[in-house]
C-alpha cells in the first residue's frame, strides 16, 4: 500500500488542503481503535505547538478519539520530547503532539507514540491508514462507552522537572548568561523556566507565540536571531530549538554555530570518559559530516549511519546498543533519558560539560574541523524526478569529480516536496560545483 498520509515524521501538510480536520478526525479513530486493547479505560494524551491551527486539528482529534471510547488528555503547549515521556507518566495507550516541527505556520501535522513513549513503526502507520482508507463505521463506541476529554494543567510543570533531573545534581548554571531561542513555539515557557531554576542568567527571544510567528526568522532553522543576540548580550552561551522544541543548534560566546554533530562529538567524548557512553561509540545519519566520522576515529570510538529521521536513529541506537545518537540538524537522542529527540536536555547536557570543564563553549564544544559539505534543496510539484536518467548521470559524473574522500548524496525529503542535494569533500569550491549542477539539472527536470 503506498502512503497517503505518513511521511518520515507523522502525518504533516498544508493545513485546510493536504491536512484537514477530516483527515485529524479519521487519523484518531483509527489509531485510536488499534490502540484499544483490552477492557480497561484507554487513555490517549495529547499535546501541541503554537501554530493557531492547532486548535481546530486538536478538536478534531478528541472527536476522533472519544468517538472510539479513548479518554483524552490535552496539556496545551509542550514539546514533543515531555509528551512522549508523558505519555509513559500518566501509562497512557497513546500520545499525540500536533506539530510541524520546523516548517512555516501555515503547516501542521500529527506525530504518534506508542505506550512505550516511542514513534510508531511503518507497519502501525500503514495500518492506520488502511483505517482511513476503509470507512470508520467499525468499532465506533455507543452510550456510556464514549470517551471523555480533560485538560491538565500541570503538565508543563512536570516536564521542568524532569529536565532538571537530567542535569548533574552537584552542577549549577550560576555565572552562564545564555540566549534561549524558543522559535516562539512549544517550548516558549519551559526552557527558560528549566536555565533560570538551574541558576543561569537567561536572555529569552522567541517566547511571544501569536499563533503565526512559529519559526519565523529565528529557532534552530534561523539561528542567526540567537547567534547576534550572543554576540550583544556578551552571553556565554546559545540555545535555539525549533517549533516543537524535539531539535537544538547552539552557539558559542562568539556566536559561532555548535551544530548536531558537534554536540554528539561533545557528549561522545564526555560520556565516554565518565563510562557511561554505551555502543562503542554513538548514532548519526547519512547525512552526518566525515569529519565527526574522523573524530570519533581518534577517540577509538564509532559511527553508525542510518536513514535520515529521527525514528531511524533510534532504530539503529536499539540496534546496536548504543544510547547516543542524533542528526546533523540538532534532532539529539540521548536514550538514557528520553524516548525521541529532545533539543533541552542535549543542550543540558553541553552545559554540563562547560560548567565542569569552566572552558568557554568556544574551546569545549568545537572538537573537530568538518569537510566542506554543502546542502541545496530543490522544490518540485509531483513525480519523482530523481528517476530521470540525466539527473542519474549528473549524480554520477559528480562523484567521480569528488574522488574517494568525498560524496554525494540526493534525496527527497520525508516532510516536504522538496529534492535535498548534499555533497562533501576536500575541495569547498568543487563540493558547491557539483551540487549546483545537480540541483540545476533537478530544476530542469522538476520544471
Not at 84 to 97: E, F, H, I, N, P
Not at 230 to 255: C, Q
Not at 401 to 413: D, F, H, I, M
Amino acid at each position: 500500500m503506498t502512503r497517503k498520509y505518513f511521511g518520515t515524521d507523522g502525518i504533516r501538510g498544508r493545513i485546510n488542503a493536504s491536512l484537514t480536520p477530516e483527515v485529524a478526525m479519521k487519523a484518531g479513530m483509527a489509531a485510536g481503535r488499534i490502540f484499544t486493547r483490552g477492557a480497561h479505560r484507554h487513555r490517549v494524551v495529547i499535546g501541541k505547538d503554537t501554530r493557531l491551527s492547532g486548535y481546530m486539528i486538536e478538536n478534531a482529534l478528541v472527536s476522533g478519539f472519544t468517538a472510539v471510547g479513548m479518554d483524552v488528555f490535552q496539556f496545551g503547549p509542550l514539546p514533543t520530547p515531555a509528551v512522549a515521556m508523558l505519555t509513559r507518566s500518566l501509562r497512557a495507550d497513546l500520545g499525540v503532539m500536533i506539530t510541524a516541527s520546523h516548517n512555516p505556520f501555515a503547516d501542521n501535522g500529527i506525530k504518534f507514540f506508542g505506550p512505550d513513549g516511542q514513534k510508531l513503526s511503518d507497519a502501525v502507520e500503514m495500518e492506520i491508514e488502511a483505517l482511513m482508507a476503509n470507512g470508520m463505521n467499525d468499532g465506533l463506541a455507543m452510550d456510556a462507552d464514549l470517551g471523555r476529554a480533560k485538560r491538565i494543567d500541570d503538565s508543563q510543570a512536570r516536564y521542568i522537572e524532569f529536565a532538571k533531573r537530567t542535569f548533574p545534581r552537584n552542577l549549577r548554571l550560576e555565572g552562564l548568561r545564555i540566549v534561549i531561542d524558543c522559535a516562539h513555539g512549544a517550548a516558549y515557557r519551559v526552557a527558560p523556566a528549566v536555565l533560570w531554576e538551574l541558576g543561569a542568567d537567561i536572555v529569552p527571544i522567541g517566547v511571544t507565540p501569536d499563533g503565526t510567528n512559529i519559526n519565523l526568522d529565528c529557532g534552530s532553522t534561523a539561528p542567526e536571531a540567537m547567534c547576534t543576540k550572543v554576540r550583544e548580550m556578551r552571553a556565554d552561551f546559545g540555545i535555539a530549538l525549533d517549533g516543537d522544541a524535539d531539535r537544538v543548534v547552539m552557539a558559542d560566546e562568539k556566536g559561532n554555530i555548535i551544530d548536531g554533530d558537534q554536540i554528539l562529538a561533545l557528549i561522545a567524548k564526555s560520556w565516554s570518559k565518565g563510562g557511561d557512553l554505551k555502543g562503542g561509540g554513538v548514532v548519526g545519519t547519512v547525512m552526518s559530516n566525515a569529519g565527526l566520522d574522523r573524530f570519533l576515529a581518534s577517540q577509538k570510538l564509532k559511527l553508525a549511519r542510518s536513514a535520515v529521521g529521527d525514528r531511524y536513529v533510534l532504530e539503529e541506537m536499539a540496534k546496536g546498543g548504543f544510547n547516543v545518537g542524533g542528526e546533523q540538524s540538532g534532532h539529539i537522542i540521548l536514550s538514557d533519558f528520553s524516548t525521541t529527540g529532545d533539543g533541552l536536555i542535549a543542550a543540558l547536557q553541553v552545559l554540563a560539560v562547560i560548567a565542569q570543564d569552566g572552558k568557554p563553549a568556544s574551546e569545549a564544544a568545537h572538537l573537530f574541523e568538518p569537510l566542506p559539505q554543502v546542502l541545496e534543496n530543490v522544490r518540485f510539484k509531483k513525480g519523482s524526478p530523481l528517476d530521470d536518467a540525466k539527473v542519474k548521470s549528473t549524480i554520477d559524473d559528480a562523484n567521480a569529480k569528488l574522488g574517494a574522500s568525498g560524496r554525494v548524496l540526493v534525496r527527497k525529503s520525508g516532510t516536504e516536496p522538496l529534492i535535498r542535494v548534499m555533497a562533501e569533500g576536500e575541495d569547498e569550491q568543487v563540493v558547491r560545483a557539483v551540487v549546483r549542477q545537480i540541483a540545476s539539472v533537478i530544476e530542469e527536470v522538476a520544471a
